[in-house]
C-alpha cells in the first residue's frame, strides 16, 4: 500500500490555527496563525508536511515524512523547534479508514519511564486536522497541539 489518495490530494498550501495546549498553566491554549505546506516525496512513497506556528512571537517550525507499507502499517520521522529540538523522533502505526494516519512515537524525560507522543493526520477534503497527543507512562493521553489547515 502507498500512501493514500486522501492523503495525496493533501498537496500544496495550508493556512490554519494552531492551539498548543500547555496544561501545567493557568490560560493553557495558546492560538497562533498556522502555515503548512505538503509535498509527495521519492516518487510518491512519502509524503512530507512542512508547517510553522508563533510561540511567545517567536516563529517555530516542524515538520513529518510519513510512509506506508504493503499492510497499511506506517511509519513516520517527526521533529520540531519547539517540542523536539534536535532529535528525530521515529514513530510507527496505522492508516485509518478515512485514509488519514495514526502514528506513536516515544521520547525521553530525564530521570522518569519514556513518554508516548501520538500523532493523527485526519484529510477531510479542503481541510485536514493535525493532532498530537502527550502520553504519559501509565498510559494517560492529553491532546498537546491541535491544528486544523484550510486549502490555500
Not at 496563525?33 to 516542524?62: F, Q
Amino acid at each position: 500500500m502507498a500512501i493514500s489518495e486522501q492523503l495525496v490530494a493533501l498537496a500544496g498550501h495550508w493556512t490554519g490555527t494552531n492551539r498548543l495546549n500547555l496544561s501545567f498553566e493557568p490560560d493553557p491554549i495558546k492560538e497562533s496563525p498556522s502555515n503548512a505546506m505538503v509535498r509527495t516525496r521519492a516518487d510518491g512513497t512519502c509524503l512530507e508536511i512542512e508547517y510553522d506556528w508563533i510561540y511567545e512571537g517567536k516563529r517555530n517550525e516542524g515538520f513529518i515524512v510519513i510512509s506506508c507499507g504493503t499492510n497499511g502499517e506506517t511509519n513516520a520521522a517527526w521533529t520540531d523547534s519547539w517540542h523536539s529540538r534536535n532529535v528525530l523522533m521515529n514513530c510507527e502505526g496505522t492508516t485509518t479508514g478515512s485514509g488519514g494516519v495514526n502514528l506513536k512515537g516515544r521520547y525521553k524525560v530525564e530521570g522518569h519511564p519514556d513518554w508516548g507522543w501520538r500523532t493523527e493526520i485526519v484529510p477531510n477534503g479542503d481541510s485536514f486536522k493535525y493532532l498530537m497527543f502527550n502520553v504519559s507512562p501509565e498510559g494517560h493521553e492529553e491532546w498537546a497541539v491541535e491544528t486544523e489547515f484550510k486549502r490555500v
